[in-house]
């Protein structure tokens, strides 16, 4: 084949290729524009979705921080002596930012602890709201709200989660409370069969060790104060550990 026929071949393959690209996008012009603007669309609510979570996390952390406020403020008894016999500003039965027992701290931050919680329930800033909520809630001596409280925060955190199993514990702690041990002992020992890393294995021991004590199990109290003795000998449970391996020798 002569080279100025070879040239008219690659030239007609070039024009037939730019004649098909041609047809193709002049026959689905509409579906090309509407892939496109279906793409816009997609990355704009992408967009405003992102913007939304950070605006909601933001609002929930100044939520979360005023109630912080009150959980963390300082008890200071009324009538209480400072230095020189003189009574400090901060006991007078009106000071801002302290109260005069724990209860009535705790009743102060528990609204604004459910309102942060209840604002953005699944953003870390109302997680961690709804846990501190749950721990009050226990202090106070309500029990069966703090379990479901904890149990919430459970549910949204993610059992594997450091909050969720944060919660799994305050909620093993508020159910030996309040005579529940069987579900405690459940929980605990459940908890220190775990392979987790980030979990105080000892301290989760002495609080199984404690709630068999209660419950007059005498064998498994003992078991379990071995257990921290001989697996923990550099935690700071093991001599009240051998005390207590002591006394029920006794």
Sequence with gaps: MKRTERHHLKENELVQTIESA?????TRHRQLVGAV???VVIGLGLLGFQMYRQSN???????????????????????AQGENGE???????GATGTFATEEAKLNAALPKLKSAADAYPDSKAGITARYHYAGAL??????????????????????????GR?????????????????????????????????????????????????????????????????KHPDSPYTAEARTELENLKG
């Design 22 to 26: 041609r047809e193709f996008v002049e």
């Design 37 to 39: 603007i279906a793409l």
């Design 57 to 79: 996390e933001s609002r929930g952390q100044d939520l979360l921080a005023e109630a912080m406020v009150a959980l963390n403020a300082r008890v200071v008894p009324a009538g």
């Design 87 to 93: 009574v400090p500003a901060a006991a007078s039965l």
């Design 138 to 163: 226990s202090a106070l001596g309500r029990h069966q709200d703090a379990i479901q409280a904890f149990d919430d925060v459970t549910k949204r955190a993610g059992s594997n989660t450091l909050y």
């Design 166 to 230: 944060m919660a799994r514990l305050g909620k093993a702690d508020t159910q030996a409370h309040a005579g529940q041990l069987d579900a405690a002992i459940a929980t605990w020992k459940d908890m220190a069969a775990s392979n987790q890393s980030d979990l105080p294995v000892d301290a989760i021991l002495m609080e199984l060790a404690r709630a068999y004590v209660q419950k007059g199990n005498t064998a498994e109290a003992r078991k379990t104060f071995s257990e921290i003795v001989d």
